[in-house]
C-alpha cells in the first residue's frame, strides 16, 4: 500500500480510487435493502391480508435478524472467507432472496427474507471493513472517506423511497412484486460494480489464509445456505423465542464487560460503566426510530393526506424518504457544526448529545399528536406533520448515530475492541425487535387486513376461489365490492387514527422525558469517560 505521505497514484480527488467502487456497491445494497424495507409491511397488510400485529412482529424480527447476522458474517469472513468473498457471495444471496419473494406467496416471502438475512449477515459486515482497509492506520483521510462512504449509504436509501420512481413506490403503484424484482436488480447490479472494481481493491479482503479457504471456503458457503430453513422457520413461528434468545445473548455480553471493567481498575470501570448506560439509551432511541418502517408507514398509509402541496402525490413508502433526504441536506452542516463548536470550546460532551438526539425525537412524536387535531372528512392529516416528524428523528439521529461507532471505540478497553463492536451491533438488532413490540401497541382492530378479511368472507360464492396470486385476488375483491369496501375503510381510518395517536403522543412524551433526564446526567457521565470526547 502506497505511502500515507503522499497521495496515492490509484486515489481520486485524494482518496482511493477503490472508495468509489464500494460507494457504488453499498449504494445498490441499501437500494435492495431499504426497497424491501419500504414494502414489506405494507405488502404483508395489503398483498398477504395479515393484520398489522401480526405484520409489526413478522417485520420486528426480519429486521432484527438483519441487524444480528453481520456479527457471524464478519468473524466468518475475518477467518475464512475474507472480505471480498464475502461481499460478493452477500450480494448474490440478498438478489436471491428478492427473486425467491416474486413467488407472490406466503412462503416465498419468508424464504426470500432468511435468504436475504444471510447474504446481508455477509454484505453489510464486511464491505465497511473494506473501506477502512484502504487507509493506512492515522491516514487524516480516513474520516472524510468514510463520511462519502456514508453519503452512499443514504443515497442508496433515498433511491429505495423517492416518491416519484423509488423501489417502494413504483412496488405500490404498478405492483409489489414488481418493487422486490428491482430491488433484486439493483443488488445484482451491486456485486457488479463490485466484481469490476476489483483492481482498485489494492488487494485488500482477500482471504487471510488461502489453505484454509481451500478446505473450508465451500462448506462455508454450504452450511450458509442450510441456515435458511432455521431462520425460515424463526420468522414464522419462533418471534417471541427470538426475543428471548437476543435478550439472553445481550445479558450474557453486559456481564462479560462488566467483568472486565472492574477487573481492569477504576478508569476501565467506569467506562465500561458509561458505555453501558449509553447502550440503554442508544436501544430507546432506536426502538422509537425504526417505526419508519411499520407503524409509521401504515400510519401514512391510512391517515395522512399524502399530497405534497400540490406537487405530487407520495405512495406511502414514499414517506420513508424524508429520513435520506434530511440526512443528505443536514450531514454535511452537522459535521461542520461540531468542528465550528469544538473550536470554541462549546461542543455538547457524547452523553449530553445523546440526550438531545432522543429528546428531538419524543418532539417529533408529538408532532402527530398536534397534527391529529388538523385532520379531514377521511381522518387524514397534513402530510408536512409527518415531514417535520421525520425531519426531528433526522436531526436527532445526527446528533446520536455517527459518534456512536467512534465512542465504542474509544471506550472499549483495546482486547475487548470487537466484542464491545459486537454487543454494540447487537443492540440494534434488540432495538428493533423492540420496535415491533411498541409498534404492536398501535394496531387498531380495524385495520385493511381486517377489513378485506371481512368483506371477503361475505363474498363467498360472488368471487372464484384465488388464481395466481394473493395480491391479484385482493384486486379482485376490492372491484366487486367497491362501495362496501371503501365505506368500511373510511370507518378503519378513524380506528386506526384513535388507536396510533395515543400511542405516537405517550411515546412522544416518555422519550422527551429520558432525552432531558440524560442531559441532567451527562455531566457526571461525562466526568467517569475520563478524558474521553
Given at each position: 500500500?502506497?505511502?500515507?505521505?503522499?497521495?496515492?497514484?490509484?486515489?481520486?480527488?485524494?482518496?482511493?480510487?477503490?472508495?468509489?467502487?464500494?460507494?457504488?456497491?453499498?449504494?445498490?445494497?441499501?437500494?435492495?435493502?431499504?426497497?424491501?424495507?419500504?414494502?414489506?409491511?405494507?405488502?404483508?397488510?395489503?398483498?398477504?391480508?395479515?393484520?398489522?400485529?401480526?405484520?409489526?412482529?413478522?417485520?420486528?424480527?426480519?429486521?432484527?435478524?438483519?441487524?444480528?447476522?453481520?456479527?457471524?458474517?464478519?468473524?466468518?469472513?475475518?477467518?475464512?472467507?475474507?472480505?471480498?468473498?464475502?461481499?460478493?457471495?452477500?450480494?448474490?444471496?440478498?438478489?436471491?432472496?428478492?427473486?425467491?419473494?416474486?413467488?407472490?406467496?406466503?412462503?416465498?416471502?419468508?424464504?426470500?427474507?432468511?435468504?436475504?438475512?444471510?447474504?446481508?449477515?455477509?454484505?453489510?459486515?464486511?464491505?465497511?471493513?473494506?473501506?477502512?482497509?484502504?487507509?493506512?492506520?492515522?491516514?487524516?483521510?480516513?474520516?472524510?472517506?468514510?463520511?462519502?462512504?456514508?453519503?452512499?449509504?443514504?443515497?442508496?436509501?433515498?433511491?429505495?423511497?423517492?416518491?416519484?420512481?423509488?423501489?417502494?413506490?413504483?412496488?405500490?403503484?404498478?405492483?409489489?412484486?414488481?418493487?422486490f424484482g428491482i430491488a433484486g436488480v439493483g443488488m445484482l447490479l451491486g456485486v457488479l460494480v463490485f466484481i469490476l472494481g476489483k483492481g482498485l481493491l489494492e488487494?485488500?479482503?482477500?482471504?487471510?489464509?488461502?489453505?484454509?479457504?481451500?478446505?473450508?471456503?465451500?462448506?462455508?458457503?454450504?452450511?450458509?445456505?442450510?441456515?435458511?430453513?432455521?431462520?425460515?422457520?424463526?420468522?414464522?413461528?419462533?418471534?417471541?423465542?427470538?426475543?428471548?434468545?437476543?435478550?439472553?445473548?445481550?445479558?450474557?455480553?453486559?456481564?462479560?464487560?462488566?467483568?472486565?471493567?472492574?477487573?481492569?481498575?477504576?478508569?476501565?470501570?467506569?467506562?465500561?460503566?458509561?458505555?453501558?448506560?449509553?447502550?440503554?439509551?442508544?436501544?430507546?432511541?432506536?426502538?422509537?426510530?425504526?417505526?419508519?418502517?411499520?407503524?409509521?408507514?401504515?400510519?401514512?398509509?391510512?391517515?395522512?393526506?399524502?399530497?405534497?402541496?400540490?406537487?405530487?402525490?407520495?405512495?406511502?413508502?414514499?414517506?420513508?424518504?424524508?429520513?435520506?433526504?434530511?440526512?443528505?441536506?443536514?450531514?454535511?452542516?452537522?459535521?461542520?457544526?461540531?468542528?465550528?463548536?469544538?473550536?470554541?470550546?462549546?461542543?455538547?460532551?457524547?452523553?449530553?448529545?445523546?440526550?438531545?438526539?432522543?429528546?428531538?425525537?419524543?418532539?417529533?412524536?408529538?408532532?402527530?399528536?398536534?397534527?391529529?387535531?388538523?385532520?379531514?372528512?377521511?381522518?387524514?392529516?397534513?402530510?408536512?406533520?409527518?415531514?417535520?416528524?421525520?425531519?426531528?428523528?433526522?436531526?436527532?439521529?445526527?446528533?446520536?448515530?455517527?459518534?456512536?461507532?467512534?465512542?465504542?471505540?474509544?471506550?472499549?478497553?483495546?482486547?475487548?475492541?470487537?466484542?464491545?463492536?459486537?454487543a454494540w451491533f447487537l443492540s440494534f438488532s434488540f432495538s428493533n425487535y423492540l420496535a415491533s413490540m411498541i409498534a404492536k401497541l398501535t394496531g387498531a382492530e380495524?385495520?385493511?387486513?381486517?377489513?378485506?378479511?371481512?368483506?371477503?368472507?361475505?363474498?363467498?360464492?360472488?368471487?372464484?376461489?384465488?388464481?395466481?396470486?394473493?395480491?391479484?385476488?385482493?384486486?379482485?375483491?376490492?372491484?366487486?365490492?367497491?362501495?362496501?369496501?371503501?365505506?368500511?375503510?373510511?370507518?378503519?381510518?378513524?380506528?386506526?387514527?384513535?388507536?396510533?395517536?395515543?400511542?405516537?403522543?405517550?411515546?412522544?412524551?416518555?422519550?422527551?422525558?429520558?432525552?432531558?433526564?440524560?442531559?441532567?446526567?451527562?455531566?457526571?457521565?461525562?466526568?467517569?469517560?475520563?478524558?474521553?470526547?
Amino acid at each position: 500500500m502506497s505511502d500515507t505521505s503522499t497521495t496515492p497514484q490509484n486515489t481520486s480527488q485524494g482518496h482511493p480510487k477503490g472508495l468509489y467502487v464500494l460507494f457504488g456497491a453499498e449504494m445498490f445494497e441499501r437500494l435492495c435493502y431499504y426497497g424491501m424495507r419500504a414494502l414489506l409491511v405494507l405488502y404483508l397488510t395489503k398483498a398477504l391480508m395479515k393484520g398489522d400485529t401480526e405484520a409489526f412482529g413478522i417485520y420486528g424480527a426480519y429486521t432484527a435478524l438483519v441487524y444480528a447476522a453481520p456479527v457471524v458474517g464478519g468473524k466468518v469472513a475475518d477467518s475464512i472467507l475474507g472480505y471480498r468473498r464475502a461481499v460478493i457471495f452477500g450480494g448474490l444471496l440478498m438478489a436471491i432472496g428478492e427473486f425467491t419473494i416474486l413467488m407472490g406467496t406466503e412462503f416465498g416471502l419468508f424464504a426470500g427474507m432468511a435468504i436475504i438475512i444471510i447474504g446481508n449477515g455477509y454484505f453489510k459486515a464486511n464491505i465497511s471493513t473494506i473501506v477502512g482497509r484502504l487507509y493506512e492506520d492515522g491516514d487524516p483521510r480516513r474520516d472524510s472517506g468514510f463520511t462519502i462512504f456514508y453519503m452512499g449509504i443514504n443515497l442508496g436509501a433515498f433511491l429505495a423511497t423517492a416518491p416519484l420512481f423509488g423501489v417502494g413506490p413504483l412496488g405500490e403503484k404498478f405492483g409489489f412484486t414488481i418493487g422486490f424484482g428491482i430491488a433484486g436488480v439493483g443488488m445484482l447490479l451491486g456485486v457488479l460494480v463490485f466484481i469490476l472494481g476489483k483492481g482498485l481493491l489494492e488487494g485488500h479482503g482477500e482471504a487471510p489464509d488461502e489453505a484454509k479457504l481451500k478446505k473450508w471456503g465451500i462448506p462455508t458457503y454450504a452450511l450458509s445456505i442450510a441456515a435458511a430453513p432455521l431462520l425460515y422457520l424463526l420468522l414464522m413461528y419462533g418471534q417471541s423465542i427470538l426475543g428471548y434468545m437476543l435478550g439472553g445473548i445481550l445479558v450474557i455480553v453486559v456481564a462479560q464487560l462488566l467483568k472486565a471493567g472492574f477487573d481492569g481498575g477504576r478508569v476501565q470501570r467506569d467506562r465500561i460503566i458509561v458505555l453501558l448506560v449509553l447502550m440503554v439509551f442508544n436501544v430507546t432511541f432506536w426502538a422509537c426510530f425504526e417505526q419508519a418502517g411499520s407503524s409509521l408507514t401504515l400510519f401514512a398509509d391510512r391517515n395522512v393526506d399524502r399530497n405534497f402541496f400540490g406537487m405530487f402525490e407520495f405512495t406511502a413508502s414514499g414517506t420513508q424518504s424524508f429520513n435520506p433526504i434530511f440526512i443528505l441536506l443536514f450531514g454535511s452542516l452537522f459535521t461542520w457544526m461540531w468542528v465550528y463548536l469544538d473550536r470554541k470550546n462549546i461542543n455538547p460532551n457524547i452523553p449530553m448529545k445523546f440526550g438531545l438526539g432522543i429528546l428531538q425525537l419524543g418532539v417529533g412524536y408529538l408532532l402527530i399528536w398536534i397534527g391529529s387535531n388538523s385532520i379531514d372528512q377521511a381522518y387524514r392529516m397534513p402530510i408536512y406533520f409527518l415531514m417535520f416528524t421525520y425531519m426531528l428523528h433526522t436531526t436527532g439521529e445526527l446528533f446520536l448515530s455517527p459518534i456512536g461507532l467512534s465512542m465504542v471505540t474509544k471506550l472499549a478497553p483495546k482486547h475487548m475492541t470487537g466484542s464491545v463492536m459486537g454487543a454494540w451491533f447487537l443492540s440494534f438488532s434488540f432495538s428493533n425487535y423492540l420496535a415491533s413490540m411498541i409498534a404492536k401497541l398501535t394496531g387498531a382492530e380495524g385495520d385493511e387486513a381486517g377489513v378485506i378479511a371481512s368483506l371477503v368472507k361475505s363474498a363467498q360464492g360472488t368471487l372464484a376461489p384465488p388464481v395466481g396470486t394473493i395480491e391479484t385476488w385482493v384486486g379482485q375483491v376490492q372491484g366487486v365490492l367497491a362501495p362496501g369496501y371503501f365505506d368500511a375503510l373510511n370507518k378503519a381510518a378513524k380506528a386506526n387514527l384513535d388507536s396510533y395517536v395515543p400511542i405516537y403522543e405517550q411515546m412522544g412524551w416518555i422519550t422527551v422525558g429520558i432525552g432531558v433526564f440524560l442531559v441532567i446526567i451527562s455531566r457526571p457521565l461525562n466526568k467517569m469517560m475520563h478524558g474521553v470526547k
